[in-house]
């Protein structure tokens, strides 16, 4: 399928916070492993990398949040954090290890393989030693602009060669008891659904 252009998601930011991928039981999901993974000292930086208008999951975290996004219209659905307009797809502008938590909710589908790989590396790099990567996206979802299937598991291989501990990388099955979006193939209330979720930590540096 085609890219999303920019001008589409500066189109659909407003209906996005409210209809977009992330609602009902999808937002629980999200919020259960950020409660498990997140680290929650509270000078710690999250970067929220493809944000969307996503810091409903975040700004109850205690963190400072970075939220990077190449749409201006989806960052200002953001109500709090440092809003970054920035392509995800290319290098982060930021420094090697400038911040002690990554997250990245439903933006791997939208990137080519070559992209997704790239993510990573470069979160990687920004990372700080024992940071930790939490992606969760859709490994099958039927939107119209995907560009590859999402399959955390796909990464084993990159994530060893960069010295990241992969702590969860799997596909789960979940039953829906609230309304998913279109980013699911369509508007439910019933039946269930596939999500991924690859969470990785940056090993520590020893002496």
């Not at 030693?129 to 796909?154: A, M």
Request: with cysteine; proline share 1%; glycine share 8%.
């Amino acid at each position: 399928m085609k890219e999303a252009s920019q001008e589409y998601w500066n189109l659909v930011a407003n209906s996005w916070e409210r209809f977009g991928d992330c609602t009902g039981d999808v937002e629980k999901y999200v919020q259960e492993t950020l409660d498990k993974y997140l680290k929650r000292n509270r000078n710690d930086i999250v970067l929220n990398l493809g944000s969307g208008g996503g810091d409903r999951y975040l700004q109850d975290k205690g963190n400072n949040i970075v939220h990077l996004d190449y749409s201006r219209n989806m960052l200002i659905a953001n109500k709090t954090g440092i809003k970054i307009e920035a392509d995800a797809r290319n290098s982060l502008p930021f420094n090697n290890e400038s911040f002690e938590n990554i997250t990245s909710f439903f933006l791997m589908r939208y990137l080519t393989r070559e992209q997704q790989n790239n993510l990573i590396v470069e979160s990687q790099r920004v990372l700080k030693s024992g940071g930790v990567l939490i992606i969760v996206d859709v490994p099958n979802n039927s939107h119209q602009y995907q560009v590859e299937k999402f399959d955390p598991k796909n990464f084993a291989g990159l994530l060893e060669a960069l010295n990241m501990e992969s702590l969860e990388n799997q596909i789960v099955e979940r039953q829906v008891s609230k309304w998913i979006s279109t980013g699911f193939g369509g508007w439910h209330s019933k039946g269930s659904y596939l999500l991924g979720t690859l969470v990785a930590r940056k090993e520590q540096l020893t002496n």
